[in-house]
């Protein structure tokens, strides 16, 4: 398989908790990215990171890579019913393919 | 600003049948990439386009091909179709390479 590795699969928090959600990759990369998916439709882009990155955040989202691990983490602070979807990364590689990750189902209890 | 754009939203084939999918990118997005995504899995990466170039090609028979137009819009061509063809397909487009995506809604193919 040419997919990425997330964990966990799924994941149900309460709202206004927390929610963290890791990817581990196999190739040399550009930059990471995160997106989300509501109901099978088309994804939503929430965040990129670039190789030569640690951290980066977007309101209530912080992201973190380490190349010398291949892996990264998408931290959710705050979480809402809204942000219930599954949420999958992608590595943009330097060989040109863009390999997504087998996502996480995020569940956001009220 | 338009979205991305994928023609048709649904289709139903026969096994054997031709399929033509078609993108039309952002106004000004240059590169263009192909998803096949299965009930449950993540996109799996079929081809990446830029400046009507393949840059990137995915594990994908060649029963699967593609082409950017001078327009940067795109078709995705699947021949001789099989049941485990069966799929939403995703077009998304980006303003160069190594930047982030914007993803069209898809089309949802059925090979019956």
Redesign the interface.
Known sequence: S??GEEDPQALSIQEGENATMNCSYKTSI??L?W?RQNS??????LI?IRSNEREKHSGRLRVTLDTSKKSSSLLITASRAADTASY?C?T?AV?????????TRLHILP | DAG?TQSPTHLIKTRGQHVTLRCSPISGHKSV?W?Q?V?G?????IF?YYEKEE?????FPDRFSARQFPNYSSELNVNALLLGDSA?Y?C?SSLN??????????TRLTVV
């Open positions: 040419q997919q550009n930059n990215q997106y099978g439709r088309g994804l939503v882009h990129l999958f992608a943009d060989d040109d393919k863009i390999i997504f990750g087998k996502g | 991305v990439s998803y995504q009930l899995q993540g996109p799996q990466f990446q840059r990137g090609r995915g594990n939403l995703l998304a390479r190594g930047e982030w995506y914007t993803f069209g809604s898809g």
